[in-house]
């Protein structure tokens, strides 16, 4: 299904061309493993598509992975929906009942992976597509649904789908966004990227007219910069051009390294060819930030 592709990209860092090139074996039974996300340590259950029908069964291994988890979650994609719609829904049905009995905090959440896959008119109403998965497993409540795809063109959709996910646990990645969100509110055509020391997308924002197909391209800029180990070349403060998809963007990158936190860079993307106003929406954001961490 790509459950590993996705915490390979967004907990170690992994590339996505080279996880699309070089498939991944795939998991046997349940793999753990723990990683640090700003200022929350957390643990991945990773299980195998075979696993599921073993935690359906009352016992041990349903406690262990249903007891004390936070988060849930189901991930499916177009095809396989296509293909085994009832099971699915009977699958999340059952697993909606499990997390009842045993854990009630818990929380469901949906992936749609492979979004890549859907035909481009759904693409761009994905509204629907959460409406009919929604009405589909009829279930009390209306589980929030991430559309997902590791393709350049879609990458966006990963990191922007866990930062909202994280978030809800941890401080400083809800207060960060609230930084980004605040600082560019009444800016026009601007997204702003925050990355910890390890090139993660820590949180991302972006104003209400910035196109979601630019969001996109903004991201191939970034992962270019990323996989070709070019971040570090530029300097502090500096604006740059980049041309993506036949389109021109302002991009300025900001070091964050002089912070007390991990944080490492802060990027400031537009498409208006603003730079001046793109220069003061990054000192504000970093003026911000400087006041938050000190």
Request: with cysteine.
């Given at each position: 299904?790509?459950?590993?592709?996705?915490?390979k990209?967004?907990?170690e860092n992994?590339?996505?061309?080279?996880?699309?090139?070089?498939?991944?074996?795939?998991?046997?039974?349940?793999?753990?493993?723990?990683?640090?996300?700003?200022?929350?340590?957390?643990?991945?259950?990773?299980?195998?598509?075979?696993e599921?029908?073993?935690?359906?069964?009352?016992?041990?291994?349903?406690?262990?992975?249903?007891?004390?988890?936070?988060?849930?979650?189901?991930?499916?994609?177009?095809?396989?929906?296509?293909?085994?719609?009832?099971?699915?829904?009977?699958?999340?049905?059952?697993?909606?009942?499990?997390?009842?009995?045993?854990?009630?905090?818990?929380?469901?959440?949906?992936?749609?992976?492979?979004?890549?896959?859907?035909?481009?008119?759904?693409?761009?109403?994905?509204?629907?597509?959460?409406?009919?998965?929604?009405?589909?497993?009829?279930?009390?409540?209306?589980?929030?649904?991430?559309?997902?795809?590791?393709?350049?063109?879609?990458?966006?959709?990963?990191h922007?789908?866990?930062?909202?996910?994280?978030?809800?646990f941890?401080?400083?990645?809800?207060?960060?966004?609230?930084?980004?969100?605040?600082?560019?509110?009444?800016?026009?055509?601007?997204?702003?990227?925050?990355?910890?020391?390890?090139?993660?997308?820590?949180?991302?924002?972006?104003?209400?007219?910035?196109?979601?197909?630019?969001?996109?391209?903004?991201?191939?800029?970034?992962?270019?910069?990323?996989?070709?180990?070019?971040?570090?070349?530029?300097?502090?403060?500096?604006?740059?051009?980049?041309?993506?998809?036949?389109?021109?963007?302002?991009?300025?990158?900001?070091?964050?390294?002089?912070?007390?936190?991990?944080?490492?860079?802060?990027?400031?993307?537009?498409?208006?060819?603003?730079?001046?106003?793109?220069?003061?929406?990054?000192?504000?954001?970093?003026?911000?930030?400087?006041?938050?961490?000190?």
């Open positions: 299904m790509g459950k590993t592709s996705l915490k990209i967004i907990f992994s590339k996505p061309s080279t996880l699309i090139q070089d498939s991944l074996e795939p998991t046997r039974g349940i793999e753990t493993t723990e990683y640090t996300w700003l200022d929350v340590k957390l643990s991945i259950f990773d299980t195998s598509g075979q599921i029908q073993n935690l359906f069964k009352e016992g041990e291994n349903q406690l262990n992975a249903f007891e004390k988890a936070d988060l849930i979650i189901y991930m499916f994609d177009y095809t396989i929906l296509m293909k085994n719609s009832q099971e699915i829904i009977e699958e999340i049905q059952k697993i909606y009942k499990i997390m009842k009995k045993i854990n009630n905090k818990a929380k469901l959440i949906l992936i749609y992976h492979k979004i890549d896959l859907i035909p481009k008119l759904l693409q761009n109403n994905l509204r629907i597509l959460t409406n009919q998965v929604q009405f589909l497993i009829n279930l009390p409540i209306k589980p929030n649904i991430y559309f997902t795809s590791i393709k350049e063109d879609f990458i966006y959709s990963v922007n789908t866990f930062s909202e996910l994280l978030s809800s941890s401080s400083n990645t809800h207060s960060i966004k609230k930084i980004l969100d605040d600082s560019i509110q009444n800016e026009s055509n601007v997204l702003c990227l925050i990355t910890d020391d390890q090139n993660k997308v820590i949180t991302q924002s972006k104003t209400q007219s910035f196109n979601i197909n630019l969001i996109y391209d903004s991201f191939i800029i970034f992962y270019n910069l990323w996989e070709q180990n070019k971040l570090e070349e530029y300097s502090d403060m500096e604006s740059h051009l980049f041309n993506s998809n036949d389109k021109i963007f302002v991009v300025k990158i900001a070091k964050l390294k002089f912070l007390k936190s991990n944080l490492q860079y802060l990027i400031g993307i537009s498409d208006n060819f603003n730079e001046i106003n793109l220069d003061k929406v990054i000192h504000r954001i970093k003026s911000n930030l400087i006041s938050y961490f000190k």
